[in-house]
């Protein structure tokens, strides 16, 4: 789906998670979101990955992001139904300056990526990081590193240690993988899809550093229970965003 900016309120205030339960009637609990930005430069493949990860295959074609689109996908994990709402963002400047503010309001997670046959999308790294660090992004907020298309390894131009000293040094994981053959192997079978696995592992972190925490009801307010996420309640209070896979 392609976002126009005037559009963008809409989305964004769908960002807040609030319900409440009463003894007498008990609607479901809102589906929680987790809004995760997909960055890097224009034709690493963020368009591939968050289309493999929603749609469940490589796109048949693919034309340069304008602006952002937005994708999303229903998970469940311990029983909880979690809405996993993926930016796929424009890696060419033209396409992507009004846009930028958009992005990082609100924003869970952070997946950079690289091309590993591309030595200069891997060289821009730092630059994306600079700009997450320039949109107020906080240290608390998940961040992993994706090197794709290795279906391309005969290709590629950014070792699997150069990448993982940057990962280090950035306190980010590092996941190899590709868009179009994310199960590593030719046959495509037998095999658990790993761009599947990457966005599960963020959901996952989201979900245990996000637990949702029953507040008491102020007094005089009857039997109604409010949840709320724990970052409304503390927000700012996340641990490093580093985890391995
Ligand atoms: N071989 C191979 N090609 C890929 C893979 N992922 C993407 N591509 C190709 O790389 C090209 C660019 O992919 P996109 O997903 O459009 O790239 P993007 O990062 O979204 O680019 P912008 O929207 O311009 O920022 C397309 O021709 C894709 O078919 C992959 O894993 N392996
Ligand atoms: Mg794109």
Redesign the pocket.
């Known amino acids: 789906m392609k976002l126009e900016e005037d559009s963008m309120a809409d989305i964004e205030s769908s960002f807040e998670f609030s319900s409440s339960l009463t003894s007498s009637s008990l609607p479901p609990p809102r589906t929680r979101i987790f809004k995760i930005i997909v960055i ?10 968050t289309y493999r990860f929603c749609a469940g295959k490589f796109p048949d074609k ?4 304008i602006g952002v689109d937005f994708r999303e996908k229903v998970i469940e994990i311990d029983g909880e139904k979690i809405k996993v709402q993926l930016w ?5 400047e033209r396409f992507r300056k009004s846009m930028v503010q958009h992005y990082y309001r609100n924003v869970h997670a952070v997946v950079f ?1 690289y091309d590993v046959t591309n030595a200069a999308s891997f060289r821009s790294l730092p630059s994306w990081i600079e700009e997450c660090r320039q949109h107020a992004l906080g240290q608390e907020v998940p961040r992993i590193l994706v090197g ?5 390894r005969h290709a590629a131009q950014v070792s699997t240690d150069v990448a993982q000293q940057f990962a280090d040094a950035h306190s980010m994981p590092l996941f190899e993988t ?4 994310p199960y590593g192997n030719d046959s495509g079978q037998n095999n658990s899809d790993h761009v599947e696995a990457i966005f599960m592992t963020v959901a996952h972190k989201l979900k245990s550093q996000k637990p949702l925490m029953l507040s008491q009801p102020p007094c005089g307010s009857g039997d109604t229970v409010t949840l709320r996420r724990q970052d409304e309640e503390d927000r700012g209070t996340w641990g490093c965003g580093c985890w391995r896979s």
Do not use: I, P, R, W
């Open positions: 890097g430069d224009s034709g690493v493949g963020k368009t591939c990955l693919t034309e340069a992001t796929d963002t424009a890696g060419q990526v794709n298309k290795c279906d391309l590709s868009a179009k053959n």
